[in-house]
Nanobody, 123 residues
């Protein structure tokens, strides 16, 4: 399984970005997908996750109400819509896949990781 994250960039505070995570896998809908982020000098942290059928989602408190995770299994793609961005959202964002998983924030549950895309929010 290969994951390709994209959509990062530079945006002003209050702006929006949409990240995409495209998976090269035969049965994409067998995988729960999570988004994580790592800010400079900090540990990687959970952002959001969506179950393998897309029926449930889970968000970190820091992004709840501002970020929305969704998936299009026909396109092997998961999206992270990020609105009302804050400077503290600046980080490299990674997507990860968990075979037949649900919506967990535990990084060790994820079997495959993408390379990351950089999001920079200026104040």
């Amino acid at each position: 399984v290969q994951l390709q994250a994209s959509g990062g960039g530079l945006v002003q505070a209050g702006g929006s970005l949409r990240l995409s995570c495209v998976a090269s896998v035969f049965a994409f809908d067998d995988y729960a997908i999570g988004w994580f982020r790592q800010a400079p000098g900090k540990e990687r942290e959970f952002v959001a996750a969506i179950s393998w059928k897309g029926g449930s989602t889970y968000y970190a408190e820091a992004v709840k109400g501002r970020f929305t995770i969704s998936r299009d299994n026909a396109k092997n793609t998961v999206y992270l819509q990020m609105n009302s961005l804050k400077p503290e959202d600046t980080a490299v964002y990674y997507c990860a896949a968990d075979f037949l998983g649900s919506t967990t924030s535990q990084q060790t549950r994820y079997d495959y990781w993408g390379q990351g895309t950089l999001v920079t929010v200026s104040s």
